[in-house]
Nanobody
Framework: QVQLVESGGGSVQAGGSLRLSCAYS????????MAWFRQVPGKEREGVAL???????LYAASVQGRFSISQDNAKNTLDLQMNSLQSADTAMYYC?????????????????WGQGTQVTVSS
């Protein structure tokens, strides 16, 4: 089992920055994928960024160049640095993980999920 706990959400004005953190625990193995997703009410959960155990990263087109995903193995955290935030980035943000390599931003490919942290961007 893998446990995920997100933190760092909040309210910010457009153009500002936030840093989300996902603390993970449990057995994750040497081959895994971890990702950030987001969801607004009434819409599908969409993938934002992923990082796998080979340190490869993938971003959704809508956040490319503004968001950066990173991992701190010493602290067991997966972080998402979000810059130049827009009102369209307002959503509940979720951390997700799967054992094995899933080069995918589809929610269906991830097994473990956190409870989410709210990000609100005001214009």
């Amino acid at each position: 089992q893998v446990q995920l706990v997100e933190s760092g959400g909040g309210s910010v004005q457009a153009g500002g920055s936030l840093r989300l953190s996902c603390a993970y625990s449990g057995y994750i193995g040497s081959r895994y994928s971890m990702a950030w997703f987001r969801q607004v009410p009434g819409k599908e959960r969409e993938g934002v960024a992923l990082r796998d155990s080979f340190r490869r990263t993938l971003y959704a087109a809508s956040v490319q160049g503004r968001f950066s995903i990173s991992q701190d193995n010493a602290k067991n955290t997966l972080d998402l640095q979000m810059n130049s935030l827009q009102s369209a980035d307002t959503a509940m943000y979720y951390c997700a993980a799967v054992l094995g390599i899933a080069w995918s931003l589809s929610k269906n490919d991830y097994k473990y999920w956190g409870q989410g942290t709210q990000v609100t961007v005001s214009s």
